[in-house]
């Protein structure tokens, strides 16, 4: 789950929020921590109190700065121009990432945890999978939610750039994004080239956010006995991961 949310407190007089709140921008909720006002109040040893920006801002600030990643075409993913009846073998996998991504917002709407954050879709190239992660993202996105949209190679090659970053984004912070955004869509993992340091951190993200219950989507073209043996048993624990599988089958339409 991302910061518990209160009602806003500037909207709690009025009929509806409004839509020109700078507290919660129409939403009607805000950070219970910092009651929509983005920063707290620290304490560090003899220095006195002092405000520094909250968690939910800090959170913000970086889905902001990856959203870019959805740019063209992956923007443009959804359900509705996705040809689920001219595809058989995606059927199922479309069926799916629908219901996931409606039991993602009920879950946020709810204030409930997600019973299996991790939906994994396993199938060909050319199947439909990464337009179909990338259409639950963006459809929680339309829904107020924040989510990230990574291609496997590149994440890991922007959490490389981090540790020589000149604004001081460091590779922990994107590493920590990336664990804690509500909605996070990994896609063709079967390409990614791995490592000690590939498997040790896409691991980590993969833990983290099925501990916590935060929605995930993976998609890849290779069977997951073929991936390091860690990451399998990681992708396909029961109880919280649903593995679909995809075909290229498709609809022979008459002339």
């Known amino acids: 789950m991302t910061e518990p949310t209160i ?8 009929p509806t929020p409004r839509a020109d709140c700078p507290w919660c921008s129409g939403t009607g909720q805000v950070c219970s921590r910092c009651r929509g006002a983005g920063q707290i109040v620290q304490r560090q040893g003899d220095s006195g109190p002092r405000l520094v920006p909250c968690s939910c801002v800090i959170r913000r600030k970086h889905v902001a700065r990856y959203q870019d990643n959805r740019r ?3 923007q443009e ?5 996705f040809d689920a009846a001219a595809r058989p073998g995606v059927v199922s996998a479309f069926n799916a990432t629908v219901l996931q991504a409606r039991a993602i917002r009920n879950s946020y709407r709810d204030q409930q945890l997600l019973t299996a954050p991790l939906l994994v879709l396993v199938g060909p190239a050319g199947s439909g999978k990464s337009h179909l992660a990338a259409a639950l993202v963006n459809w929680c996105v339309g829904q107020g939610l924040d989510g990230m949209f990574w291609i496997a190679p590149s994440l890991f090659d922007h959490l490389r750039a981090g540790f020589d970053d000149p604004q001081g984004d460091t590779s922990q912070a994107r590493l920590a994004a990336m664990c804690t955004v509500p909605v996070l869509a990994l896609v063709d993992l ?3 080239k791995f490592s000690s340091w590939t498997e040790e ?3 980590q993200i993969i833990g983290t956010r099925t501990a916590e219950r935060r929605a995930t989507v993976i998609t890849c073209h290779r069977q997951l006995t073929e991936l390091p043996e860690i990451l399998d048993a990681q992708l396909a624990q029961p109880h ?14 008459e002339e």
């Open 7 to 14: 009602p806003c407190p500037q909207c709690m007089a009025w």
């Open 72 to 74: 063209g075409h992956w």
């Open 77 to 81: 993913c959804s359900f509705d121009n």
């Open 190 to 192: 079967g390409i990614l």
């Open 201 to 203: 951190k896409l691991y």
């Open 240 to 253: 919280v991961s649903q593995v679909v599988y995809t075909t290229l089958a498709l609809v022979d339409k």
